[in-house]
């Protein structure tokens, strides 16, 4: 099942309906809503969508102007886009793993340079095999040294499942790997990468590793990212295998203390894609029924 774009569904909705965007700006003017007609142009065009609250408001009745179904609209509008510069700040990792406190003590091992690597973009592929199971995370980071003498990055990963050897991580471009800690009864890995040089203040540096998982896994049904710093784009892309691919995906944004939020994730032939611009520390994840 593929879940269209807001544009494309705002479109089709009001083709539907029969209306004329200057009725539908009164419907909601009536029921207290404020939208111009050139705001609901913009947005049937995709030149921009609804980000602010009064906007995410406003879709809720249109939704019923529409006389579309409860979520069509505020379930495909996507995360916000968050503008303006951000300061980097440093989230623990029991905020993050509260789930996981294996995690923190194999991270403080590694993790006195971390928070002086500002992150100008973070690119996920995971590939799965014919099984479901998780084969390959390719990761690619572009980062820049808030103070000299960086050279160091921690990674972190925790199976679904524990066990007995564990992932291994491959460096691809400009680092190599020095210590690494695992935890077979919890399937948790942190390892140090080192980076091909010690950077000076307001180097950049594009990093690339692999981490390839142990064979025989379960079938996967989600991937997570956790983030600890803000980062001003992440990507993730699932390629899943041809014989194995789901129904549907979904996406999940948890970040900044905010509620979390998601919706319905296109899914392109065999690979689900999904980014966001300007992201808060927190949980970024991309979800699929079989």
């Known amino acids: 099942m593929e879940t269209d774009s807001f544009d494309r569904v705002l479109r089709a909705a009001i083709a539907r309906s029969g209306l004329g965007l200057e009725r539908i ?10 939208v111009s007609i050139a705001t609901l142009s913009q947005w049937q065009s995709g030149k921009r969508r609804p980000e602010r609250q009064e906007s995410l408001r ?13 979520g069509t609209l505020t379930g495909v509008v996507g ?14 990792p029991e905020a993050v793993w509260p789930g996981e406190p294996q995690v923190p003590p194999l991270l403080g091992e590694v993790d006195d340079e971390d928070e002086f690597l500002m992150r100008l973009s973070h690119h996920d592929v995971l590939r ?14 572009v980062l820049r040294a808030a103070r000299s003498g960086v050279s160091r990055l921690p990674v972190v990963s925790v199976l679904d499942e ?16 020095g210590e690494v800690a695992y935890l077979p009864e919890f399937g948790s890995m942190v390892a140090s990468l080192r980076l091909d040089r010690e950077l000076a203040r307001g180097d950049v540096v594009m990093v690339e590793y692999e981490i390839v998982y ?21 990507f ?6 041809p014989r194995a ?23 392109d032939g065999t690979t689900a894609q999904f980014a966001v611009s300007g992201a808060d520390p927190g949980i970024y994840a991309v979800r699929w029924d079989w």
Not at 162 to 177: A, I
């Open 79 to 92: 995360p916000p886009r968050l503008r303006g510069p951000q300061r980097q700040r440093r989230v623990s």
């Open 214 to 234: 142990p064979p025989g896994a379960p079938r996967s049904v989600r991937t997570e990212r956790k983030l600890r710093f803000p980062v001003r784009e992440y």
């Open 245 to 267: 691919v789901p129904d549907r995906c979904h996406w999940l944004v948890a970040d900044g203390g905010r509620a979390a939020r998601g919706g319905g994730l296109r899914l």
């Open 162 to 177: 524990p066990h007995p050897t564990g992932q291994w991580v491959r460096p691809v471009r400009h680092c190599s790997v």
């Open 128 to 141: 799965l095999g014919a099984d479901g199971a998780e084969v390959s995370l390719a990761v690619r980071l």
């Open 58 to 70: 406003a879709l809720v009745v249109l939704e019923d102007v529409l006389s579309i179904p409860a």
């Open 236 to 241: 993730v892309e699932v390629e899943f295998h």
């Open 25 to 34: 700006r009164c419907h909601l003017a009536q029921r207290g809503c404020r």
